[in-house]
């Protein structure tokens, strides 16, 4: 069993900055991937970019060059810094965990409580 708690959400104007935290529990995080998947109303759940515990982050292609993820095993969190903030990013984030590196948010079974990121004026 491993428990995942997000927490960093907010309001930010465009082209601002946030940054989401996802605490690990139950289990020590460096086994598993750890992924950020972000929902709007009536969508999938759509992948923002997977971690492992070595090797760099993937992110998905809307993302790249502006959010980043850094895990730190010793604290079992995992970190999403998302700059140059667009509209198009308010979502509620999520970030799940799988042993297995996966893209697709099926293949996840533990799963945190979201944290809702608005981006706006």
């Known amino acids: 069993q491993v428990q995942l708690v997000e927490s960093g959400g907010g309001m930010v104007p465009p082209g601002g900055s946030l940054g989401l935290s996802c605490v690990a529990s139950g289990r020590e995080l460096r086994t598993y991937f750890i992924t950020w998947f972000r929902q709007v109303p009536d969508k999938e759940r759509e992948l923002v970019g997977v971690s492992a515990w070595s090797g760099g982050p993937i992110y998905a292609d809307s993302v790249q060059g502006r959010f980043t993820i850094s895990r730190d095993n010793a604290k079992n969190t995992v970190y999403l810094q998302m700059n140059t903030l667009k509209p198009e990013d308010t979502a509620v984030y999520y970030c799940?965990?799988?042993?297995?590196?996966?893209?697709?948010?099926?293949?996840?079974?533990?799963w945190g409580q979201g944290t809702q990121v608005t981006v706006s004026p």
């Open positions: 799940a965990a799988s042993t297995h590196f996966s893209r697709r948010s099926s293949d996840y079974t533990y």
